[in-house]
């Protein structure tokens, strides 16, 4: 597959439109909201196209991104929500609505599987073994073409891994079911800004 990578700086091209569904990714400098920092961006239209947005660190100024992600008439599919509207809104912010996570539709699908990761959904509906080799590598610098590869096809997928998704959870009548978990999505990570780690539903 040939795919249309751009690396923008610090914000996207005021020319770039996109329609009502996108998918979206981010790369950190590690996982601890505390301590680690936004690094990087990634949008994808569907169309094997990857924006991947490299941020001001020191301002995180970026009015055409926050655009378009706070807009409520696109679509956002992420995978693994929870962690990338965090990051997005200690350092972009601002809180994104109208969000869709194949991690948590995996999880309710997929009720035949444990492994839930964006490169098993990958291997299983579109039959490509990719690598996640460069996962830990360090994204807060110099980017190589193997970086921006990577990054690139956490993002190219998932329009496809979401419509499969959507078919099982419609198949096994288990639709309204994410739908009524997917809202909960904006308050986990409200609890997660204020630190509640831990699963408030337990004993």
């Known amino acids: 597959m040939n795919l249309d990578i751009k690396l923008h700086k610090e914000d996207l091209p005021d020319e770039i439109e996109f329609s009502d569904k996108i998918a979206i990714d981010c790369e950190f400098t590690g996982l ?5 920092r936004l690094c990087l961006l990634q949008i994808s239209s569907g169309q094997n196209d990857a924006h991947i947005i490299q941020l001001n660190k020191e301002n ?3 009015p055409n991104l926050k655009r378009v992600l706070i ?8 995978h693994f929500a929870r962690a990338d509207l965090l990051f997005i809104k ?5 809180d994104i609505r109208n969000v869709n996570c194949t991690k948590i ?29 460069l996962q830990t590598s360090d994204f807060g610098g110099e980017l190589s073409d193997k970086q921006l590869k990577y990054c690139a096809q956490d993002v190219v997928y998932l329009h496809k891994v979401y419509e499969a ?8 009548k288990r639709l309204n079911l994410y739908k009524n978990t997917i809202k909960f999505i904006n308050t986990r990570v409200e609890l997660d ?11």
């Open 105 to 133: 539709m995996s999880k309710i699908a997929r009720s035949y599987s444990d492994k839930h990761g964006l490169k098993d959904l990958i291997k299983e509906f579109i039959g490509i073994d990719i690598s996640k080799q």
């Open 193 to 203: 800004y204020a630190s509640f780690k831990e699963d408030i539903w337990a004993h």
């Open 71 to 78: 807009n409520e008439n696109i679509n956002k599919l992420f």
């Open 32 to 36: 601890n909201i505390e301590r680690d």
């Open 165 to 172: 998704l959507f078919k099982i959870l419609e198949r096994e």
């Open 90 to 94: 200690k350092y972009l912010g601002i």
């Open 60 to 62: 995180y100024n970026a």
